[in-house]
């Protein structure tokens, strides 16, 4: 299954932003040919209101919302800027996330993929930050917990830059464990590995230059065996493809295979303890050809066996 709306590609963030509508409307376009006819297109709801309490404050979300211009861009800070269509577009990519718990706990579909933006692992409960408004993956993941009342949620970000905002929201909470592997030092400064203190947090960043051969000896002896011990009832991926060597963002050097190999291991573990239940949602990447090669892979890696 594919989630996404319209206000997404109209989400406007200025002339040479690396956060712009080509980057979905490319997707969109590739996952819109022959080899992806498996996929269910859905529009994606905008997100309710007691949905994004869950994460964020009340006053947040009423500021954001306001801050909404009739005309041209506002900026929240010096990275996160909106546009007359900016409101829609955060609101329908947390509907998406939502609204594909739904669909997966409703036995309509096992897999599904939110092809959104703005992304969101960066918004903290209280301030947008690094490109992000409301944080998508958090607030569906706190809908599964309350309204479909799961106990072992994993979610897993590969996104080359930290998701400080996800951690910060799923913190101590027991039915969450986040799972983060992410260049380390790069913004947003966060994602030290994990003091043992922090029991439902594991962050393992990698340095600059990683590689394949770096990532899959991370996942194979650490990430995947802890994921495997917790036994999820629901997978989600915090899915940002900004570690190819040609994101401008970054210093990594993974490829659209690593991303392929990464989520059918993902998959395996899914199958094995969640009925296969996987929901991926878009974060970064921003070389548009790398970003459009490593989604396809990884759409056909969530769709393999679905």
């Known amino acids: 299954m594919l ?14 932003h690396p956060e712009s509508s080509e980057r979905l409307r490319s997707v969109l376009e590739r996952l819109n040919q022959d080899d992806f006819d498996f996929l269910d297109w859905r529009e994606a709801p905008a997100v309710e209101r007691e949905q ?10 009423d500021a954001v919302l306001d801050s909404i ?5 506002s900026a929240l800070d010096t990275d996160t800027w909106v546009s007359p269509d900016s409101g829609n577009a ?8 939502c609204a594909a718990v739904d669909a997966v706990m409703a036995g309509e579909t096992r897999r599904a993929f939110c092809a959104v933006r703005p992304p969101g692992h960066h918004a903290e409960p209280d301030q947008a930050m690094g490109f992000c408004l409301f ?19 994993v979610v897993v970000d590969f996104d080359v830059h930290h998701g400080n905002g996800t951690q910060t929201m799923l913190a101590g909470d027991r039915h969450f464990l986040y799972v983060s592997s992410h260049e380390h030092p790069l913004f947003p400064g966060t994602g030290g590995a994990t003091p043992p203190t922090v029991s439902n947090i594991l962050n393992r960043p990698l340095p600059a230059n990683s590689g394949p051969e ?30 190819p060597s040609s994101d401008p963002l970054a210093n990594l ?54």
């Open 3 to 16: 989630l996404t709306h319209e206000s997404c590609l109209r989400h406007d963030t200025g002339s040479g």
């Open 253 to 306: 050097n993974l490829g659209a295979a690593d991303f392929a190999w990464l989520t059918g291991e993902l998959v395996a573990i899914a199958n094995r303890f969640a009925n296969g239940a996987v929901i991926a949602t878009l974060e970064g990447g921003y070389d548009v050809a790398a970003l459009t090669e490593s989604v396809a892979a990884h759409v056909h890696a969530l769709g393999k066996d679905d």
């Open 90 to 97: 955060a609101l329908h990519a947390a509907g998406a996330v």
């Open 135 to 153: 944080n998508n993956v958090a607030v569906a993941a706190a809908h599964a917990r309350d309204v479909h009342h799961l106990d072992r949620i």
């Open 214 to 243: 770096d990532l899959r000896a991370l996942y194979e002896t650490e990430l995947l065996p802890a994921i495997r011990r917790y036994g999820p009832q629901l997978v989600m991926i915090s899915a940002g493809f900004d570690a």
């Open 69 to 73: 211009p009739a005309d041209g861009l």
């Open 52 to 61: 994004l309490l869950r994460v964020h404050d009340a006053r947040y979300i």
